[in-house]
């Protein structure tokens, strides 16, 4: 999934940076965190095509 994309650096996007961007987006709504997710990898992998898919669910709760 997520945390195991690749760039053309050989590097993975893991969970350090997974957590990050759920960190800068923590305000926004779970779609929106989603989209920021989604662009993230993007962004990180560039042209480099997945051997796997990339599967993603993200759940907020309401603030009491």
Not at 15 to 31: F, W, Y
């Amino acid at each position: 999934g997520i945390t195991e994309a690749w760039n053309a650096a050989d590097e993975m996007f893991g969970h350090e940076r997974l957590l990050q961007v759920i960190q800068d987006g923590r305000h926004e709504s779970a779609a929106a965190i989603m989209q920021r997710i989604l662009r993230a990898v993007e962004v990180f992998c560039g042209p480099v095509v997945q051997a796997d898919d990339i599967t993603l669910i993200v759940v907020k709760r309401l603030a009491a």
